[in-house]
């Protein structure tokens, strides 16, 4: 079925993620690049936040027929540096256990559920495969975006 892949990439993303989160020096964890963008611990408290948004979308497309959904940007939607006031060790436990309830889940939908659709402001066809389709991408996205950071030439090695 289409849908192993993406189920086994969520499963699986938070392996990646974690053990490159706490490579890093300590540190770095806070530090942002000199480009302004995001630091490692908001890269990944980002991670943490975003499975309960997509955990209420998916209780939305699967309780109305074509729901509204919008966009989430946190750079509109959220004030700068607000992961930064969000605990790691917290932040990182709690994607691991939502990211298993969340995987638990996805297992037990039909073929119907996971063509399900919503009306998305960004994007001309939204349906749940290509809601956590996305997901899965997006978390990969930010473990590529946290290891640049963990092995930026300017700063302190991983620790082994």
């Not at 392996?15 to 964890?29: G, M």
Request: a neutral charge; glycine letters at 4%.
């Amino acid at each position: 079925m289409v849908t192993e892949p993406i189920v086994h990439a969520l499963e699986r993303a938070p392996e990646l993620v974690v053990p490159l989160v706490r490579a890093a020096e300590p540190s770095i964890l806070k530090r942002r690049p000199p480009n302004g963008k995001w630091s490692i611990h908001e890269h990944a408290c980002h991670l943490a936040e975003v499975d309960a948004l997509m955990t209420r979308r998916l209780d939305l497309v699967l309780a109305e027929e074509h729901p509204r959904i919008r966009s989430f940007d946190p750079g509109r939607d959220e004030p700068d540096g607000r992961l930064l006031s969000l605990g790691l060790d917290d932040a990182l436990a709690r994607y691991v256990h939502d990211r298993g309830r969340l995987v638990q889940r996805l297992r037990h939908l039909g073929l119907h559920d996971w063509q399900r659709t919503a009306i998305h402001d960004e994007y001309n066809s939204y349906s749940v495969l290509a809601m956590f389709r996305h997901l899965a991408l997006h978390d990969f996205f930010h473990a590529y975006r946290i290891e640049e950071l963990v092995l930026r030439k300017d700063w302190p090695p991983p620790r082994a």
